[in-house]
């Protein structure tokens, strides 16, 4: 009977082990290859006794990430070294190697690629660059269970090799309608890192509130960065609220939320918006506008094309005013790229104009969409001459593109898709799928903008034109999604907006084509969904049921 028994635990104890293989970890941004090990082989975080080795001073940014990560929500200690010891133990190496090393030479040329190996000894990322270092290290993050107990704290074994489709992978959030302070921005930088994004396109003026300290203006942010009130309700709104609402960065803000995005390698590109959108320029500064001897409000209505929202006067003096704000913002930011908006300028004030009008006729325009065209030409050669490239919205296709322009395309594809034909770079931004300002479901429990642009949207939507040759694909740069926050109103908003869409997004963004099902995404997710509640994010609970 004893004998029985123990042939029977043996028998059971094989059979439990081939079970005890680990399903694969439910990771998203989905890697490019991912083995998975034995349970046996999982890592154990042990406080103050694992150490994270770094082999260069460059990967601290992410080894202090992942240090600050586990002690915020697993109350554990681990310590910082750069001391090699290829006998150490209990330890997750960082290291930034060679792409001829051993370990990457049969990785794809991709600057932002990495390979994770989570052993019982040891946890090692490998990457040429700091940025794959750390792209490793939200995997690893994602390796951990979404709770801070049972302990002991395990990382999943596994073997990964991983690199993103696109090159630039972006969230853009607008703080003009309704502002976010510091301490949020840099909460949802950290939402973009933990989804392997790159870009933060800060959307910083608009007509309702200019939000960037320029030094040479200050009637920048005195005036121009409050409004009395907001109108109730979806546009057109039933009355006004009467809220005073604003806010603004200082510069030494602005210079602090760049640092904290760039230990996240998130490279984060301001938007100055013109020739439309500026009624808070036009308020602090009515000389800039077509009509200076009326007297302006920050716009409290949304929605552009009404008779209040003036635009920038083409005027030799509005250039220089233009030029000494980006001279500023260039400054402040070591981005390559500055958007400089140029959509949804309503050409009524210039017809209406006769310094618009003649100025047509000097430089031999067409039209006011030729007087367009030559606004975001002045202002790219300026920016051009400080070394860097403009981003604009496909409006800047309209009477003719500017000669080293990036284009944001959000009317749909079609100008993505001219502009690629142009060699132009372009990131694709569709409203209809890449709009996370509009509703996720059918009914919502409160105001969003008006149309539906569910999870399934975001997550099938593919950013290259199956209409482009191979020659003109390789023109689209990446996508983004955009936040706008006419009707999101607090941190607690932007997090139901933004979430699990940004995890769709990720995905779109990150990983293979081929390996894209959102059957498939949807089980991840709701690992995925204990993790945010886990981390405190307040995603949309309908996802949960
Ligand atoms: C935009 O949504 N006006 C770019």
């Known amino acids: 009977m004893r004998a029985f028994i123990s042939i029977l635990s043996v028998l059971l104890c094989l059979q439990l082990n081939s079970f005890a293989q680990y399903p694969a970890p439910a990771l998203i941004p989905q890697p490019v290859e991912m083995k998975t090990g034995k349970a046996t082989d999982n890592f154990t975080i042990a406080n103050q006794r694992t150490q994270v080795f770094i082999s260069d001073s460059s990967l601290r940014p992410s080894a202090e990430f992942f240090i600050n990560f586990v002690k915020k929500h697993y109350f554990l200690e681990l310590t910082l070294t750069t001391l090699a010891d290829a006998n150490r133990k209990n330890v997750i190496n960082l290291i930034q190697e060679s792409p001829a090393s051993m370990a990457l030479a049969k990785t794809p040329d991709n600057p932002e690629r990495y390979k994770l190996d989570v052993l019982n000894v040891a946890v090692t990322i490998r990457s040429p660059s700091p940025a794959g270092v750390f792209y490793g290290i939200q995997t690893l993050i994602q390796l951990l269970p979404p709770s801070a107990k049972p302990l002991p704290l ?139 001897k009326l007297p302006k409000k920050v716009a409290e209505t949304w929605g552009i094309f009404n008779k209040f929202n003036n635009v920038l006067l083409p005027s030799e003096q509005t250039f220089n005013f233009m030029e000494d704000v980006l001279t500023e913002v260039m400054a402040l930011f070591p981005s390559p790229y500055i958007h400089i908006g140029g959509d949804e ?127 003109e694909a390789k023109y689209i740069w990446g996508a983004q999604g955009n936040l706008w926050t006419e009707y999101i109103t607090n941190p607690a908003n932007v997090e139901y907006m933004l979430f699990p869409r940004l995890d769709a997004l990720s995905e779109v963004l990150w990983s293979p084509k081929s390996k894209r099902s959102f059957p498939d995404f949807q089980k991840r997710l709701k690992q995925q969904l204990r993790r945010y509640d886990f981390m405190g994010i307040r995603y949309s609970k309908k996802y949960a049921l």
């Open 154 to 292: 395990q990382a999943k074994a596994v073997s990964i090799t991983d690199y993103p489709r696109f090159a630039y992978r972006g969230m853009h959030l607008d703080v003009s309608r309704h502002f976010f302070n510091v301490d949020f921005v840099k909460k949802y930088i950290d939402y973009l890192a933990m989804h392997k994004l790159n870009y933060f396109h800060w959307h910083l003026t608009d007509d309702h509130g200019w939000r960037i300290e320029i030094k040479k203006y200050p009637r920048l942010t005195t005036v121009g960065a409050w409004r009395d009130g907001s109108i109730i309700g979806l546009y057109p709104g039933k009355g006004n609220d009467g809220i005073r609402h604003g806010g603004y960065y200082t510069q030494a803000e602005v210079k602090e939320v760049i640092k904290y995005a760039a230990d996240r390698y998130i490279t984060i590109i301001p938007e100055i918006e013109m020739p439309g959108h500026s009624m808070a320029v036009l308020a602090a500064y009515p000389e800039l506008s077509t009509t200076p």
């Open 345 to 471: 300028c309503s050409k009524i004030w210039w017809k209406q104009s006769a310094f618009s009008q003649q100025l047509i006729k000097e430089k031999g325009l067409k039209d006011e969409n030729g007087l367009q065209s030559y606004f975001i030409h002045r202002i790219e050669k300026f920016v051009n001459s400080k070394g860097k490239t403009i981003i604009g919205w496909d409006e800047i296709l309209d009477g003719g593109l500017a000669p080293n322009a990036i284009v944001m395309s959000w009317r749909g594809e079609k100008g993505g898709i001219a502009a690629a034909k142009q060699k132009h770079k372009v990131i694709m931004t569709p409203e209809n799928f890449m709009y996370f300002n509009h509703s996720q479901f059918l009914k919502e429990d409160s105001l969003t903008a008006s149309r539906y642009v569910p999870l399934a949207n975001v997550y099938n939507y593919e950013p290259v034109p199956a209409i482009l040759t191979s020659a």
